[in-house]
């Protein structure tokens, strides 16, 4: 069994919670028997999971919740039409390359540096090799030649002496439709090429999960389909809805508010249900939590009158039909 | 750097089975289903498995029953029959035809065989998209897709502005093709094209998988195409409009082929100023027709590219007639 496999830690049952950490913004997570196959899957195969699911059912929170529980370091990139294999991986930053060429002919301060001195490293430079990345795959001699380089900004939440790090790539369909073969080869070999020809590889021993997270608004290609793991999120169930809640709101435990866990469920599956049969989108597990902080930090519950305004803001987003609000 | 891995298969799944051992049957299928592999693929344990690699040892003779207690009993004798056979009366049922009053059939019908009602159907012909799944991907991209200026940088400008001195304020960049504008969808639903009704419901579906309903609304006309409309539930009908920039995919025979009795066609100056129009307003026109290109009005290959809805048509076909700067024909 891998070293990963071996030391990767699961919450322990019954609850199968990972408990989150309010200071850095971990929530806490209900880990599922699907959602830990998944993940040890992922681990022992050492391919990328792609995760979809409908919005807010905890995609991106999962990646964030794993590298907490496991003590890894974390990092995220959210895929937009403009997102190019070179962000994540290394770009030269020509016009700083260009700005210093310029101060040197004018006789500044600064020197004109080797090309890959302005190389970026991107989060997968970062994810796979940390120790290479500032010093863009250079020795440090030859970094302490140059009096003018700049060491690039190592990412905050990219732990020192982390034994794994979970990258999350999130919102892959909104990339552009050639992105995810460009990714194939990274993510497959764990490695890429700088400009020059350098090959940055991920140490073996490092434990590395890759998790890819789509809303599916549109197909992914079938090779980058058929290289990736799948875990689809469903919608929870009503009383998994409660032990979210109770969990996200543990200094809340009393039985006034476990009633209004419970009724915000009920009302949460209505919508659900009627969002469905009109062919809109139902709402998401971060929305039924919207709607329980919102009832407890308004002191209101679904039997209030105000409920109703809550409903639409926090559940609905739409007008309703029958209303035509 | 080694060669890509393959795809996900019977490796990973022996790889996962010796890494996370389990005898769990919904263990199992949890992790035949996250390598998308059927759920119950893996069995716990199956009674009649035998090894198909390694030759079978021969058998060895098997001992008696008696003195073997885990042998299974021998079966049970056959119930049976009875020596008498039940009685079958036929009798002929009342208002039925004698054989010799049957109406003679004209020989036309006679000669057909009869119709089976409950015979069972054939199953549906499998339909084959016009544009294959293979390349479809592809070639829409290449149809829809427009330069983008955020590839690498433009040597060649930046050369020319440091040469004459000016300042680099933008880094500029050259195209590359993007499909963040997405495309106009515009689906000539006519009686006329009743044939290719199918494969116009097909081709919306190759489009939103490449690009996402949002980005892809679809129009559906019958005569001329301004008057396009889009149904959503929210909004009811909306008129087409022309978006600038943004490509227009149209699926026609710009009228070209007519049915007796028929609706009227709209005429080639109804699609010229359809052209003229797109063309104000800047948006390009890719029309994707059942019609060979030599069919088509000449005037109107001028002013967008026409490519032919056929299964042999391929991407680097629509790139040549949508050059690499994007240009449509003019």
């Given at each position: 069994?891998?070293n990963?496999?071996?030391t990767?830690?699961l919450?322990?049952p019954?609850?199968?919670v990972?408990?989150g950490?309010e200071?850095?913004?971990v929530?806490?997570?209900?880990v599922?028997d699907?959602?830990?196959?998944?993940?040890?899957?992922?681990?022992?195969?050492?391919r990328p999971?792609?995760?979809?699911?409908?919005p807010g059912?905890?995609k991106?929170?999962l990646?964030?919740a794993?590298?907490?529980?496991?003590?890894w370091?974390?990092?995220?990139?959210?895929?937009?039409?403009?997102?190019?294999?070179?962000?994540?991986?290394a770009?030269?930053?020509?016009?700083?390359?260009?700005?210093?060429?310029q101060?040197?002919?004018a006789?500044?301060?600064?020197?004109?540096?080797?090309?890959?001195?302005?190389?970026?490293?991107?989060?997968?430079?970062w994810?796979?090799?940390?120790?290479?990345?500032?010093?863009?795959?250079?020795?440090l001699?030859?970094?302490e030649s140059?009096?003018?380089?700049?060491?690039?900004?190592?990412?905050?939440t990219?732990?020192?002496?982390?034994?794994?790090v979970?990258i999350?790539?999130?919102?892959?369909d909104?990339?552009e439709?050639?992105l995810?073969?460009?990714l194939?080869?990274?993510?497959?070999?764990?490695a890429?090429?700088?400009?020059?020809g350098?090959?940055?590889?991920?140490p073996?021993?490092?434990a590395?999960?890759?998790?890819?997270?789509?809303?599916g608004?549109?197909d992914?290609?079938p090779?980058?389909?058929?290289?990736?793991?799948?875990?689809?999120l469903?919608r929870?169930?009503e009383?998994e809805?409660?032990?979210?809640a109770?969990?996200?709101f543990?200094?809340r435990?009393?039985p006034?508010?476990?009633a209004?866990f419970?009724?915000?469920?009920?009302?949460f599956d209505?919508?659900?249900?009627?969002?469905?049969?009109?062919?809109r989108?139902?709402?998401?597990?971060?929305?039924?939590?919207?709607?329980?902080?919102?009832?407890l930090?308004?002191?209101?519950?679904?039997d209030?009158?105000?409920?109703?305004?809550v409903?639409?803001?926090?559940?609905r987003?739409?007008p309703r039909?029958?209303r035509?609000? | 750097?080694?060669?890509?891995?393959?795809?996900?298969?019977?490796?990973d799944l022996?790889?996962?089975?010796?890494?996370?051992p389990?005898?769990?049957?919904?263990e199992?299928?949890?992790?035949a289903?996250?390598?998308?592999?059927?759920?119950?693929a893996?069995?716990?344990?199956?009674?009649?498995?035998?090894?198909t690699?390694r030759?079978?040892?021969?058998p060895?003779p098997?001992?008696?029953?008696?003195?073997?207690p885990?042998?299974p009993?021998?079966?049970?004798?056959?119930?049976p029959?009875?020596?008498?056979?039940?009685r079958i009366?036929?009798?002929?049922?009342?208002?039925?035809w004698?054989?010799e009053?049957?109406?003679?059939?004209p020989?036309?019908?006679?000669?057909?065989?009869?119709?089976?009602?409950?015979?069972?159907?054939?199953?549906p012909?499998?339909r084959?998209?016009?544009?294959?799944?293979?390349?479809?991907r592809?070639?829409?991209?290449?149809?829809?897709?427009?330069?983008?200026a955020?590839?690498?940088?433009?040597?060649?400008?930046l050369?020319?502005?440091?040469?004459l001195?000016?300042?680099?304020?933008?880094?500029?960049?050259?195209p590359?093709?993007?499909?963040?504008?997405?495309?106009?969808?515009?689906?000539d639903?006519?009686d006329?094209l009743?044939p290719?009704?199918?494969?116009?419901?097909?081709l919306?579906?190759?489009?939103?998988?490449l690009?996402g309903?949002?980005a892809?609304?679809?129009?559906?006309?019958?005569?001329?195409?301004?008057?396009?409309?889009?149904?959503t539930?929210?909004a009811?009908e909306?008129?087409w409009?022309?978006v600038?920039?943004?490509?227009?995919?149209?699926v026609t025979?710009f009228?070209?082929?007519?049915?007796?009795?028929?609706?009227?066609?709209?005429?080639l100056?109804?699609?010229?100023r359809?052209?003229?129009?797109?063309?104000?307003?800047?948006?390009?026109?890719?029309?994707?027709t059942?019609?060979?290109r030599?069919?088509?009005p000449?005037?109107?290959g001028?002013?967008m590219?026409l490519?032919?809805?056929n299964?042999?048509?391929?991407?680097?076909?629509?790139?040549r007639?949508?050059?690499?700067?994007?240009?449509?024909?003019?």
């Amino acid at each position: 069994m891998s070293n990963a496999l071996t030391t990767f830690r699961l919450p322990a049952p019954p609850d199968c919670v990972w408990p989150g950490d309010e200071a850095t913004g971990v929530p806490p997570y209900l880990v599922s028997d699907e959602v830990a196959t998944a993940l040890k899957v992922a681990l022992a195969t050492g391919r990328p999971l792609l995760i979809s699911g409908p919005p807010g059912s905890g995609k991106t929170t999962l990646a964030k919740a794993t590298a907490h529980a496991q003590g890894w370091g974390y990092l995220k990139h959210t895929l937009t039409s403009r997102s190019r294999l070179e962000d994540l991986t290394a770009e030269i930053d020509q016009l700083q390359r260009l700005h210093d060429a310029q101060v040197t002919a004018a006789g500044g301060a600064t020197e004109l540096m080797p090309e890959w001195a302005y190389l970026k490293p991107g989060l997968l430079w970062w994810g796979f090799d940390a120790h290479s990345a500032p010093l863009k795959g250079r020795e440090l001699a030859e970094i302490e030649s140059l009096k003018s380089f700049r060491p690039p900004s190592r990412p905050k939440t990219l732990r020192e002496a982390g034994a794994g790090v979970v990258i999350l790539l999130d919102e892959i369909d909104k990339a552009e439709p050639d992105l995810p073969n460009d990714l194939l080869e990274p993510l497959d070999q764990r490695a890429f090429s700088l400009p020059d020809g350098t090959e940055i590889q991920a140490p073996k021993t490092l434990a590395l999960l890759v998790i890819i997270t789509t809303n599916g608004e549109r197909d992914l290609p079938p090779a980058f389909l058929r290289r990736c793991l799948h875990l689809e999120l469903r919608r929870p169930e009503e009383e998994e809805l409660q032990r979210i809640a109770h969990f996200h709101f543990r200094d809340r435990r009393s039985p006034e508010h476990a009633a209004v866990f419970a009724a915000v469920a009920k009302q949460f599956d209505e919508v659900e249900a009627e969002t469905k049969g009109a062919g809109r989108r139902p709402p998401g597990t971060s929305e039924y939590l919207d709607a329980v902080r919102a009832c407890l930090e308004l002191g209101i519950t679904p039997d209030s009158d105000t409920w109703r305004q809550v409903e639409q803001a926090t559940l609905r987003k739409q007008p309703r039909a029958d209303r035509g609000i | 750097m080694a060669s890509r891995r393959s795809e996900i298969g019977l490796g990973d799944l022996v790889q996962t089975l010796v890494k996370l051992p389990t005898g769990d049957q919904a263990e199992l299928d949890r992790m035949a289903r996250c390598l998308r592999f059927e759920a119950g693929a893996l069995a716990v344990a199956t009674p009649d498995y035998r090894p198909t690699l390694r030759p079978r040892p021969s058998p060895e003779p098997l001992p008696s029953p008696a003195t073997n207690p885990a042998m299974p009993s021998a079966p049970e004798p056959p119930i049976p029959l009875p020596d008498e056979i039940l009685r079958i009366d036929i009798a002929k049922l009342p208002g039925t035809w004698d054989a010799e009053s049957i109406p003679i059939l004209p020989p036309e019908i006679a000669c057909r065989a009869p119709l089976e009602l409950d015979a069972p159907r054939p199953p549906p012909v499998p339909r084959w998209p016009l544009f294959p799944p293979r390349t479809a991907r592809g070639l829409l991209g290449a149809a829809v897709m427009r330069p983008a200026a955020d590839g690498d940088p433009d040597l060649a400008r930046l050369i020319q502005a440091i040469i004459l001195k000016r300042p680099v304020r933008i880094l500029p960049r050259l195209p590359r093709p993007s499909a963040r504008s997405g495309c106009q969808l515009l689906l000539d639903f006519s009686d006329a094209l009743a044939p290719w009704w199918e494969d116009l419901r097909a081709l919306i579906g190759q489009f939103h998988a490449l690009l996402g309903e949002a980005a892809c609304p679809v129009y559906e006309f019958t005569g001329d195409p301004r008057d396009a409309l889009h149904w959503t539930e929210a909004a009811g009908e909306e008129a087409w409009r022309a978006v600038p920039n943004q490509p227009l995919v149209l699926v026609t025979d710009f009228g070209l082929i007519r049915i007796p009795g028929g609706e009227p066609r709209p005429s080639l100056a109804i699609w010229c100023r359809f052209a003229e129009h797109c063309r104000r307003k800047g948006v390009p026109v890719v029309a994707i027709t059942p019609l060979r290109r030599e069919r088509c009005p000449h005037a109107l290959g001028q002013a967008m590219a026409l490519v032919h809805w056929n299964p042999t048509t391929r991407a680097a076909d629509i790139k040549r007639l949508i050059d690499r700067q994007g240009r449509y024909p003019a």
